[in-house]
């Protein structure tokens, strides 16, 4: 339905209906879009980085990052972690100029079934961010959701205040549980369980409100709500427009550039379809799950399963080229290359 040029004038943008109703975060960590596009809150991860790292407007900071890791010393390979970790924080400390709110940084995900691996990092990540005179109030870490991570999440949230975003969710129980631990947020993947349903089964389009990951996320939002989690939603991973409309209400929604700018021009009344009213009228029934519970249910999911170590996996793989990036720069020169 096209809006006529006048009302189009006097009417606002889907973005900016959909930030009267959620919390816009940008999934990016190119400055330019987050200047554009005004989020609260920032997200980013091994991928993301790995493409702005390769940008020519940030080789500064892959340089500054390089600097950083030969300075520490070590192993060749205590090196390039160093540098590693500072880049991921160097990019998030240039992001925290540009947004109000918090930026999310990745834990490695080869530690994703390390739990003390996972909150040793975590800590180091925060300490960087100290050194860069940056508090832990403004910063989430990202842990994949295995049990493990949300059993560190767990312990970073309750020993040393280190507020977690778990990442990689994509089965109820992994919602369940990070709720159970009490970490600050979650989240949930749309489009990602979208893909696996449209790869494995004969269905290949669907109506937004039938999307299987818009009724993942909803499920768990209601569950939250319903039985008063402070834990926050926030869908990620979105394939169109229509997703995100159709979780309109949810607390936050994590957005990649190309989707923001669609909403951008795009003249719609926008009407939110998750409410807390809503949810703490549904039928859902509360679960206590312990790792065993918590493993069952989670492998009765196969889609989830699937998912969850695709992702672990895709996220390992983009660490590892941009530690060969990191190796070039730093080693390269020395062997005479």
């Known amino acids: 339905m096209s809006v006529s040029p006048v009302k189009r004038q006097k009417m606002e943008s889907v973005l900016d209906q959909l930030k009267h109703h959620t919390t816009v975060v940008a999934d990016t960590g190119d400055f330019n879009a987050i200047d554009e596009y005004k989020p609260l809150d920032a997200t980013t991860n091994p991928s993301l980085i790995l493409a702005a790292a390769q940008m020519p407007a940030y080789q500064e900071l892959v340089d500054d990052a390089v600097a950083y890791g030969k300075k520490l010393g070590g192993s060749e390979e205590e090196q390039i ?6 880049l991921f924080v160097l990019f998030g400390a240039e992001i925290l100029k ?3 709110g918090r930026v999310s940084t990745e834990v490695d995900a080869r530690l994703s079934f390390d739990k003390e691996g996972m909150i040793q990092r975590a800590r180091r990540l925060i300490d960087l961010y100290k050194e860069a005179g940056i508090g832990k109030d403004r910063i989430l870490i990202k842990l994949s959701s295995t049990w493990e991570g949300i059993q560190a999440g767990k312990v970073l949230e309750a020993e040393y205040g280190i507020h977690c975003n778990m990442t990689l969710l994509f ?41 299987p990951g818009v009724k993942s996320v909803t499920k768990i939002y209601n569950y939250y709500k319903k039985f008063g989690y402070k834990t926050i939603v926030m869908g990620a991973s979105f394939r169109n427009t229509g997703e995100i409309k159709a979780l309109t ?18 003249y719609v009344k926008l009407t939110p379809t998750l409410s807390v009213k809503e949810a703490q009228a549904c039928d859902l029934q509360k679960i206590h799950l312990d790792e065993k519970a918590f493993r069952w249910h989670h492998n009765e999911d196969q889609m989830a399963v699937e998912k969850l170590s695709d992702g672990i996996r895709k996220f390992a793989a983009d660490a590892i080229k941009l530690e060969r990036m990191l190796k070039e720069r730093m080693f390269s020169a020395e062997n005479g290359k």
Do not use: H, M
């Not at 972690?81 to 500072?86: G, L, V």
């Not at 696996?196 to 669907?206: C, E, F, L, S």
């Not at 209400?249 to 795009?266: F, R, V």
């Open 81 to 86: 972690k160093n540098a590693c970790d500072k």
């Open 98 to 100: 540009r947004i109000p």
């Open 171 to 211: 089965s109820f129980a992994q919602a369940v549980a990070c709720a159970e631990a009490g970490v600050t947020l979650i989240s949930p993947f749309v489009g990602r369980i979208l893909d696996w349903y449209v790869a494995n089964g004969d269905k290949k389009t669907y109506e937004p409100s039938e999307d």
């Open 249 to 266: 209400g949810c607390d936050y929604l994590t957005i990649s550039p190309k989707l923001l700018a669609e909403l951008s021009k795009e």
